[in-house]
């Protein structure tokens, strides 16, 4: 069984759509969870990270995380074709020392 | 945000030929740097973990014989995939990471892609 595990999609849907990407994970020791997103042949860049249980809203993008079912969420509201890319979650037990732990990353397409 | 770099973007080589790919922290120091290798569709898999000044840290099943790291300064690691062959091929990502307490977010590069024929 992997650590974090995460459905690769795809996932396409209309624009202006609400999307809904999620992991699970094993391991009741991390403690930080990001979402990240990948475009076509580029490095990840960091779109958020929350800190144990809780959500957290940064513009068009929430994310939630539920401990005690070891389950994370993250919903992009309004979607738009420029939010088209690969979504990874990641998680680490420290802030300090990041060893992240990826999922496999879900592929999404908004179209017009 | 912070931004690294990688070069070159893309190499092609020959089976059995060494490559090096530099990853540079352009406006931090990283104290601690990290390498990634992408499968097609498949996600970030750790390769190894470098401290700069210290010997790097492999991970599990990656070959360090195969896969040299230095971290040198501060704003500079390599990567030199020696004797490389076909299964090489791979996309090759670094981040780095500066050490201020609490979440340390770690940066990504552009990433490298690499086919050996």
């Known amino acids: 069984q992997k650590e974090v595990e995460q459905d690769p999609g795809p996932l396409s849907v209309p624009e202006g759509a609400i999307v809904s990407l999620n992991c699970t994970y094993s391991?009741?020791?991390?403690?930080?969870f990001m979402w990240y997103r990948q475009y076509s042949r580029k490095g990840p860049e960091l779109l958020m990270y929350?800190?144990?249980?809780g959500n957290k809203e940064d513009g068009r993008f929430t994310a939630q995380v539920d401990k005690s079912s070891k389950y994370i969420s993250l919903f992009i509201r309004d979607s738009q074709p420029s939010d088209s890319a690969t979504y990874l979650c990641?998680?680490?037990?420290?802030?300090?020392?990041?060893?992240?732990?990826f999922g496999a990353g879900t592929r999404l397409a908004v179209h017009p | 945000g912070a931004v690294v770099s990688q070069h070159p973007s893309w190499v092609i080589c020959k089976s059995g030929t060494s490559v090096k790919i530099e990853c540079r922290s352009l406006?931090?120091?990283?104290?601690?740097m990290f390498w990634y290798r992408q499968f097609p569709k498949q996600s970030l898999m750790l390769m190894a973990t470098?401290?700069?000044?210290?010997?790097?840290?492999?991970e599990q099943g990656v070959e360090k014989d195969k896969f040299l790291i230095n971290h040198a300064s501060l704003t500079l690691s390599t990567l030199t995939v020696t004797s490389a062959h076909p299964e090489d091929s791979s996309f090759y990502i670094c981040?780095?990471?500066?050490?201020?307490?609490?979440?340390?977010?770690?940066?990504f590069g552009p990433g490298t892609r690499l086919t050996v024929l």
């Open positions: 981040s780095a990471q500066s050490t201020s307490g609490g979440f340390n977010e770690q940066f």
């Open positions: 391991n009741s020791a991390f403690q930080y």
């Open positions: 929350t800190y144990s249980s």
């Open positions: 990641a998680m680490t037990a420290s802030g300090g020392y990041n060893k992240l732990i």
């Open positions: 406006d931090f120091q990283a104290t601690t």
């Open positions: 470098s401290n700069e000044g210290s010997k790097a840290t492999y």
